[in-house]
């Protein structure tokens, strides 16, 4: 068995329970009745029995006026692949549970699931089964808990399972246990037969008082520690966890204020033809200067603003401040195109094509002036959502590129009828090219991938002669890295320096 164990910092260890001592399974909740809370059923149905006498029968228009209200509603509060609760009805069953805490000495638990290998996996069956997979997943879920409990999906491969009424600490992490171990028998997903090991974070409520975000946050904080450690563990939030987050709050906090105290910027680096020639176009990287202290790396301050509302803020900040310079650079006789980074949030869930437009428009821009960048997973989130706003974006004449592709576990294929343009190969496979063969040979098939799609590709990290001699030999359209141009202030830039 996989080690499961507690956070450091924690009094005890995990108990080990027989499975006769754990809560017990019962029938899967009607996702179809919401929300939660006391059992009034009775009452109700008196009530409307009582009206049905009183009041005349709704017309037929009415009755379907009423029905789509009811499914407006549903929409609005369900996952619609799962039809679990989504993250608006969970917190709404959170603080209904936490406020029965003044009636009861009880606990309040929260379970913050993630899939260990769903990428892998979804990768390897394809979108349609990956889905069947979730599905599967949200299903066993459903049916091993409790009627009183939540079982939720948040996105992606993330599910909460919130749990209440419960006794002491030791039975929430039961639960959890029961959750880790039934994730871990195999599901059978089209002719295949996969098992599903999660990473499990656990935070436990025992004052009414407690807000249902920051319970949330814990749990998430506890997750990406069992993650951390290996997987398929769960991971209980406690103080050492507490000063992490305390940490994690405290960004949040200063980069809250960065946007009015204008300690954002933008700074650019080019795109430059390995044929030969001058740069084609720039891409736009967010740089954070506060006023106190030193500059902090964009790889900390965008996880930060991405588990929270920030990104959304920031990423309208992005995109007018690069229109405003690309507009600049027009009436300057620049007409450069400025490459822009697109959000997994901005691009699932936010009408990102009419801000484009909003934002042309305002600076009296062509759409060619804009590129846009996305990864593949943040595509691999929701495929269609993605393929339905980048559609948009193509539409508009917005170029479209697909960035570090062929990083970590991404396969060397491309999602299924994305409209590209681009595919800029990840840092990771340039900056060894010289001396691994492996790595060489992943290139070679990108950029043939890439030929075969009618797509040209940028070597991105470009730090070498040696490097800068490859990436031409092996046929990439661009390259981008410190040995051709650091990105730089639009005000110390020259746009027209020699190219390669």
Not at 2 to 14: C, D
Not at 339 to 366: M, Q, W, Y
Not at 407 to 419: C, D, I, K, N, V
């Amino acid at each position: 068995m996989r080690e499961i164990r507690k956070a450091q910092g924690s009094s005890g260890q995990h108990p080990q329970l027989p499975s006769e001592q754990l809560p017990p399974s019962r029938p899967r909740p009607d996702l179809n009745q919401f929300p939660a809370g006391d059992n009034n059923a009775g009452d109700n149905k008196d009530l409307q029995a009582s009206e049905s006498r009183e009041v005349t029968a709704p017309t037929q228009q009415e009755q379907e006026r009423l029905e789509r209200l009811r499914w407006l509603e549903r929409q609005a509060l369900h996952d619609p692949l799962t039809t679990l609760p989504n993250r608006l009805l969970l917190m709404d069953r959170a603080r209904q549970a936490l406020a029965r805490l003044h009636r009861s000495r009880r606990l309040v638990a929260m379970l913050f699931v993630d899939l260990d290998n769903f990428k892998a996996i979804n990768d390897n069956l394809g979108h349609s089964l990956g889905d069947e997979l979730l599905s599967s997943v949200a299903a066993r879920l459903a049916e091993m808990m409790r009627d009183s409990d939540t079982v939720a999906r948040l996105g992606g491969d993330e599910f909460v399972v919130l749990a209440d009424d419960l006794q002491n600490d030791a039975e929430a992490l039961a639960v959890a246990e029961r959750v880790l171990h039934a994730l871990d028998r195999p599901f059978a997903v089209g002719s295949a037969e996969v098992s599903m090991p999660a990473s499990i974070g656990v935070s436990i409520a025992r004052d009414p008082d407690t807000d249902p975000e920051a319970l949330l946050r814990e749990a998430d904080v506890a997750m990406y520690r069992a993650k951390r450690s290996g997987g398929y563990r769960l991971e209980l939030f406690d103080e050492s966890l507490r000063s992490e987050m305390t940490s994690h709050l405290d960004m949040e906090r200063r980069l809250r204020h960065a946007l009015p105290r204008k300690e954002l910027a933008l700074a650019y680096q080019p795109l430059f033809p390995l044929a030969g020639g001058q740069a084609v176009g720039w891409e736009a990287l967010l740089r954070w200067h506060p006023q106190e202290g030193e500059p902090v790396g964009p790889a900390v301050f965008l996880a930060r603003a991405l588990e929270s509302d920030l990104i959304v803020e920031i990423g309208d900040w992005v995109l007018d401040t690069a229109c405003a310079q690309a507009a600049r650079w027009r009436r300057g006789g620049a007409a450069f195109p400025i490459s822009i980074n697109v959000s997994p949030r901005g691009l699932i869930e936010l009408d990102l094509a009419t801000r484009f437009k909003r934002a042309l428009k305002r600076h009296d821009l062509p759409a060619r002036a804009l590129w846009v960048e996305t990864t593949e997973p943040s595509v691999l989130r929701d495929p269609e959502r993605a393929k339905a706003t980048l559609s948009e974006l193509r539409k508009l004449g917005v170029r479209i590129a697909l960035d570090q592709f062929g990083a970590g576990e991404s396969r060397l294929t491309l999602p299924p009828a994305l409209p590209l343009d681009m595919l800029k190969i990840d840092r990771s496979l340039i900056e060894r090219l010289a001396e691994d063969e492996a790595k060489r040979a992943i290139v070679i098939a990108l950029v043939a991938l890439a030929g075969a799609s009618g797509l040209q590709t940028v070597a991105v990290g470009v730090e070498s002669n040696a490097q800068l001699k490859l990436t031409r030999e092996l046929g990439c359209s661009f390259a981008q890295g410190f040995l051709l141009h650091r990105p730089e202030q639009p005000e110390r830039l020259t746009l027209h320096a020699a190219g390669l």
